[in-house]
């Protein structure tokens, strides 16, 4: 079993707003993440997959298939966009950097056939990330 | 469950001495770590919280709770000050591995008391003494 980690770029808005709290709550609780006009962030995403190495390949993974499936299913939906309001899920789930990872793992790992999801890291700045190992935690 | 991971950093002194070795043992275990004047790094700490996103915030700490926690337990007491004159180090030699261990127990004792230390645990604390140097400490159970 090895595990290989591929790292993706993306720009997003967002604000932190839940329809079922006041607006003094949504103030109190988000600061000034709740500003409706929203702000931005350069996302680091690490995307890591595990599975044995193909003895003729040598590889765990086609890396251009796991390119283009990162691209399809996260660059094309998040890049350049207003998380909000351009991304279904978001709607009615607060777009948090938690939230953000939870979408990404349920985007790519049905599309991985090849290797198993491990892992998906999100930066949202370089002082805070968020790991997600999918509904049954791995240590 | 999400694991959460901020990032924060002090800086602080400290010299690599045993009273109870000979000072040619301490020369020879700590080498220049051992100089009597001390020396001094920028630590990076990252703290990862492990928990459920709740369902209204999408959150699964509260930041801003965790800042000021962090600030109030570690930052402000460690940062600019020389870590062998801190009470904790007066029997115990403040390499990193000691002061990665000593923070954890700091931040999970207090932990509970946390509006979000209900749901969320403290999951590990990583201490980055240079670039090329981290130490991680879990706590003794896991």
Same mark, same amino acid.
């Given at each position: 079993?090895?595990?290989?980690t ?7 808005s ?9 607006p003094?709550e ?21 995307v ?20 283009e ?19 279904p899920?978001?709607r009615t ?22 290797c198993?999801?491990?892992r ?20 | 469950?999400?694991?959460?991971? =901020? ?24 080498g ?19 928990g ?8 699964v700490v ?8 962090v600030?109030?337990a570690?930052?402000?007491?460690f ?25 954890h =127990? ?14 969320? =645990?403290?999951?590990s604390? =990583?201490?980055?003494?240079t ?12």
């Amino acid at each position: 079993m090895i595990y290989l980690t591929r790292k993706a770029e993306f720009s997003a808005s967002h604000y932190y707003h839940s329809p079922e709290l006041s607006p003094e709550e949504n103030r109190r609780i988000f600061g000034k993440c709740n500003n409706p006009l929203g702000h931005g962030h350069n996302y680091v995403l690490e995307v890591t997959v595990q599975g044995e190495i193909d003895p003729r390949s040598g590889m765990v993974v086609d890396l251009k298939d796991l390119k283009e499936i990162l691209a399809r299913e996260v660059m094309d939906i998040f890049d350049h966009r207003f998380l909000n309001e351009e991304v279904p899920e978001f709607r009615t789930r607060v777009p948090t950097t938690e939230n953000l990872a939870v979408s990404i793992w349920r985007r790519i790992a049905p599309k991985l056939s090849f290797c198993a999801l491990h892992r998906v890291r999100l930066y949202e700045t370089p002082d805070l990330f968020v790991d997600y190992f999918g509904s049954t935690e791995k240590q | 469950m999400v694991h959460l991971t =901020r990032r924060y950093m002090f800086s602080a002194s400290h010299r690599l001495h045993n009273p109870r070795l000979a000072d040619g043992e301490n020369s020879q275990i700590y080498g220049k770590c051992n100089n009597p004047g001390g020396h001094g790094h920028n630590y990076f700490l990252e703290v990862t919280v492990a928990g459920p996103i709740d369902p209204l915030t999408g959150m699964v700490v509260n930041l801003a709770e965790l800042d000021g926690y962090v600030q109030s337990a570690i930052l402000t007491p460690f940062d600019q000050t020389s870590l062998n004159g801190q009470p904790i180090f007066a029997k115990l030699v403040p390499t990193s591995e000691n002061l990665c261990i000593e923070i954890h =127990r700091i931040l999970q004792e207090g932990w509970k008391e946390l509006p979000s230390g209900k749901k969320a =645990r403290l999951q590990s604390v =990583r201490l980055e003494e240079t670039i090329s140097n981290f130490f991680e400490y879990s706590g003794d159970a896991q």
